[in-house]
Structure formats: C-alpha cells, structure tokens
C-alpha cells in the first residue's frame, strides 16, 4: 500500500502540456520522457460506502533505456485557462485522496514493457457533499537532461504523469452554461468562450464549431472540447481551422454543443446553448 508524499507538486511545463489536451484526455505516451499512462481520465460514478477498483497501465516505450517511477497521490484541479493545478492530497475541499489505496508503489519498467497498478477506492459511508470529489494518480521519475550530442549533462529533472480521477456522488447537476462568445480582438481566427458552471459535478462540451457561407453551407469545422469543473468558471479558446482557405466576405459561425456529462440526465448528453458570431474573411 502507498505512503502519501505531501511536499510541493511540481510538473514540468512540457508534461502540463502533455498531461491536457483540452483537459479531456492527454496522449497515452508522454514524447517528453517516453512514458505513458492509460486511462489518462476516469469518471466513476460512487455511493457512500461502496468499494471499486480501477487499473491503471504505465508503459515505457523506450527501446533501450530502463525507467523507475514512483506512484503517489494528488489533488487536482483546473483554473480559469483549463490548465492542471496540482496540490498535496487532501488539502483540498473536494479531495478524494483520503478514500484511496494503491499498489505497487513503485514501478521499474524495462524497455518496451508495462505494468499495473490497481487503485483501490473506498467511499466513507458519510459524505456531507455530492457531486463530484477527486484525486489525481501521479507517476515520477527522475532523468538526467542530455546535452547537445544527446550525452547525460550531470543535470536531473523530475517528470510526472497523471491519470486523473473523477468520483460523482448522485444526485448531482452539472450546469454549464456559456455566458459569452467572441472572436478574439487580436486574432480574429480564435474563439473565446466564457463559461460558468454551478452544478456540483463537472461539465463534459464536446461539440463543432461550423463556419457558413450566406448560403448557410458549412465551408469550415473545428472541434470543441473543453471541462469545466463543479462551480467553476473557465476561460475556452480554440483556434478556428480552415479559416485561410475562405473567400473574403462574410460568414456565420454557428455552434453544437453538447455536455455529455449530465447526471441529472440519466447521464445522457444535453445540448448547450451558444449565441452565433459573425465571421468576416479578408
């Protein structure tokens, strides 16, 4: 079983990058040390007092190089850009940490090989919140920095990897609701989103973005994906693809969105309302 390390969390800017995209689910291997983690998100659905088990993989796909981890616990959370915010576990309101056990505690993975390691959860039989409660599964290792010619330099860094953990107690609502849409003032190939969500459970957007001629033919498609956390607010950019290849004149860009994390709705997704902007090609 685990021993909790509560000193300071820090992740290196590259592994941030690679632990979010969209802060839905990051690469299964990390290019920066060549190490992976699957699932890299879990949602479970939890009642007070109920037991389940989860079993995360971490692989190293370096052909020659060994690599040891240590595995521990964190709380997480997003702020305001949808960037990872880790903190010692349980120092958290919403922490799970204290409800979870796991093993090995270390890990030494020769090259091209992987291992499990089995969480073990315990919801405690009172839980005075619903909604959603969380921990983050962090993987660690320290590799020395190579120089120019790919040589060790005599300079370590720490890297980390986290699978992130979701445990929702029902009943709960999750209610995003977009409070504004823009184009970006200094990029006017950016959309900016302002969403607010007061439910107790995270908020799931998945959806397009769809750019139309006068016509109402869509020329041009961009992915929307975006969390945002219970009683939180965030900040949504997402870069408009295509836009090069339009004609000069004007479009429409109109949105589906959906939150596909709705408990209140037996789970099913929910459509979310978002106000049309209009687009003008030069």
Same mark, same amino acid.
């Given at each position: 079983m685990s021993t909790r390390n509560r000193s300071s969390l820090l992740l290196s800017s590259a592994l941030i990058a690679s632990a979010?995209? %969209? &802060?839905? @689910?990051? #690469?299964?291997? *990390?290019?920066?040390?060549?190490v992976g983690v699957q699932p890299s998100t879990v949602e479970m659905t939890v009642k007070p007092g109920d037991r389940q088990r989860q079993v995360i993989t971490v692989g190293n796909v370096h052909k020659s190089k060994t690599i040891s981890l240590t595995m521990g616990l964190a709380d997480w959370s997003l702020d305001k850009n949808g960037k990872l915010v880790l903190d010692a576990p349980g120092e958290t309101e919403? %922490? @799970? *940490?204290?409800?979870?056990?796991? %093993?090995?505690?270390?890990? /030494?993975?020769?090259?091209?090989? %992987?291992?499990?390691?089995?969480?073990? !959860?315990?919801?405690?039989?009172?839980?005075?919140?619903?909604g959603d409660h969380r921990f983050a599964l962090? #993987? /660690?290792?320290?590799?020395?920095?190579?120089? +120019? =010619? $790919?040589e060790a330099s $005599?300079?370590?860094? =720490?890297?980390?990897? +986290?699978?992130?953990?979701?445990?929702?107690?029902t009943p709960s609502k999750s209610l995003p609701v977009v409070t504004s849409v823009a184009l970006k003032p200094e990029d006017k190939s950016? !959309?900016?989103?302002? !969403?607010?969500?007061? $439910?107790? &459970?995270?908020a799931r957007l998945q959806g397009n973005a769809f750019i139309k001629d006068a016509s109402g033919e869509?020329? #041009?498609?961009?992915?929307?994906? *975006?969390v945002v956390l219970n009683g939180g607010e965030r900040t949504y950019e997402v870069k408009l693809e295509d836009v090069s290849d339009l004609e000069a004149g004007a479009y429409s860009i109109d949105f589906d969105l959906n939150n596909t994390f +709705?408990?209140?709705?037996?789970?099913? +997704?929910?459509?979310?309302?978002?106000?049309?902007?209009?687009?003008? *090609?030069?």
């Open positions: 979010l995209v %969209s &802060a839905l @689910a990051y #690469a299964p291997i *990390a290019s920066a040390f060549g919403r %922490s @799970a *940490a204290d409800w979870v056990r796991f %093993s090995p505690a270390s890990v /030494t993975l020769k090259p091209e090989t %992987s291992q499990d390691v089995t969480v073990e !959860i315990s919801t405690p039989f009172k839980v005075e919140q619903k962090l #993987a /660690t290792t320290m590799l020395p920095e190579l120089d +120019a =010619r $790919g $005599g300079v370590w860094n =720490r890297y980390q990897l +986290a699978s992130l953990f979701y445990l929702t107690l950016v !959309i900016t989103m302002e !969403i607010n969500n007061e $439910g107790d &459970a995270h869509v020329v #041009a498609e961009t992915p929307l994906n *975006a +709705a408990p209140q709705n037996k789970f099913r +997704a929910m459509d979310v309302e978002v106000a049309s902007v209009e687009y003008v *090609a030069e």
